[in-house]
């Protein structure tokens, strides 16, 4: 089994709760709103990570990271947007298995079409009364679960 760790508008606050739960994971994903190139540094201390540019995220380090990524593993491909409204192709067309995104904070999993769409959340400062959440991905035989963790911070 391939485990992909979720995480996305952490804003430059990587929280020791979503680092505990990344832990032992074989790739991580950060969804956008990432804050600060220390937050990527931290995480790929954990496992290998894909991270795409939220709106907030500014700078030369931010400007290095794509819009848009695919991760390709397990047998599967996930697409990474931060906001899934900007999501200009059809997944299912395109052979995406996932698209997983962030940017609205609020944690969802659903399946559309036989593409899985998951928000992990916000792991970053709270919004409003929204959940600090993070998510992960978990692939076997070329099957995905997603799940959505409420941190207790």
Known sequence: MIRV?????????????????????????????????????????????????????????AEALPETATLRTGGV?????HDVKLLDVDPASAGYDAVVSGHSHRPSCTRRDGVLYVNPGSAGPQRFTLPIAVGELRIADGELRA??????V
Do not use: F, K, M, Y
Request: charged fraction near 15%; aromatic fraction near 2%.
């Open 147 to 152: 799940e959505v963790i409420e941190l207790v």
């Open 77 to 81: 491909a996930i697409h990474i947007i």
């Open 5 to 61: 760790g979720l995480i996305s508008d952490t804003h430059g606050l990587l929280r020791p709760q979503a680092l505990a739960q990344l832990r032992g994971v074989d790739h991580i994903v950060h969804a956008g709103d990432i804050g600060t190139a220390a937050v990527l540094a931290r995480l790929a201390e954990l496992a290998p990570v894909t991270a795409v540019r939220g709106n907030n995220d500014q700078g030369a380090w």
